[in-house]
C-alpha cells in the first residue's frame, strides 16, 4: 500500500462528470445542508448537525485527519455545477498489515438516483486499486440500505455476510452490518 499517493498531496480524482476534490470553507453551505438532513444518515453511523458552527468545525477536523494519515474525505463535486459539493466519498481504517481500507459515502438528497454515488466509488476503487495499490476494499452497509448496497454491487463488490449485533453506530445503539468487499484480482477481471 502506497500511502504516499493518498497523504502527499491530497489526490484529487477526476471522471467526465464528476470531480473528487478536498472539502473548503467556500462548502459550509452545502455541507450544512446534507449534515442538517436526517433522511441523509438514516443509514449511517453519524449524527446529523443543526447547527452551522459545528458543520464548520467538521472542516477542520476533515484536515486534522488527513494530516494523521487515518481518513480522507473527498467531497464529491458535479464538473458541471464545479463549486457544488453534492456529497462525500471517504476512506479510513488503512490496514497496511492486511493492505486494506474501508469506504464509505453519502449524498445531498436532491442528488440522490443520478449514479453520483456509484461513479463516485467506481473513481475511488480504481485510484486505491491503481494507484495506491492496495489488495481489499470493504464497506459496511446497514441491511435496510438497499441502495447503498446495489451501489456497492455495481461496483464488482460481494456480500460477504451479516455481522450480528456487532457495532455500535452512533444514533443507532448496536446494530448489525453486512460487509461488502472486493478484491484486486476481482478488480482486475470485473468489467464496468
Not at 443543526?50 to 467538521?58: A, C, F, G, I
Request: aromatic share 12%; net charge neutral; charged share 25%.
Amino acid at each position: 500500500m502506497n500511502l504516499e499517493m493518498i497523504f502527499g498531496n491530497f489526490p484529487v480524482l477526476e471522471s467526465s462528470k464528476l470531480v473528487l476534490d478536498k472539502i473548503e470553507e467556500t462548502h459550509l453551505q452545502e455541507l450544512f445542508t446534507i449534515y442538517d438532513n436526517e433522511k441523509v444518515f438514516e443509514y449511517c453511523g453519524i449524527i446529523p448537525k443543526h447547527n452551522v458552527q459545528t458543520v464548520r468545525k467538521m472542516i477542520g477536523h476533515f484536515e486534522r485527519d488527513f494530516h494523521k494519515k487515518s481518513r480522507v474525505k473527498w467531497g464529491i463535486f458535479q464538473k458541471i455545477q464545479r463549486n457544488q459539493l453534492v456529497g462525500i466519498i471517504e476512506s479510513m481504517d488503512f490496514s497496511q498489515k492486511v493492505n486494506m481500507v474501508s469506504i464509505g459515502y453519502f449524498l445531498a438528497e436532491d442528488y440522490w438516483g443520478k449514479g453520483i454515488a456509484t461513479e463516485s466509488v467506481r473513481m475511488l476503487v480504481k485510484f486505491l486499486f491503481e494507484e495506491v495499490n492496495v489488495n481489499r476494499i470493504q464497506a459496511e452497509v446497514m441491511p435496510a440500505n438497499e441502495v447503498s448496497k446495489k451501489v456497492l454491487l455495481k461496483n464488482g463488490f460481494m456480500k460477504e455476510g451479516l455481522l450480528r449485533q456487532a457495532h455500535s453506530w452512533s444514533g443507532k445503539g448496536v446494530i448489525d452490518l453486512e460487509i461488502y468487499s472486493i478484491l484486486k484480482e476481482d478488480y482486475i477481471d470485473f468489467t464496468f
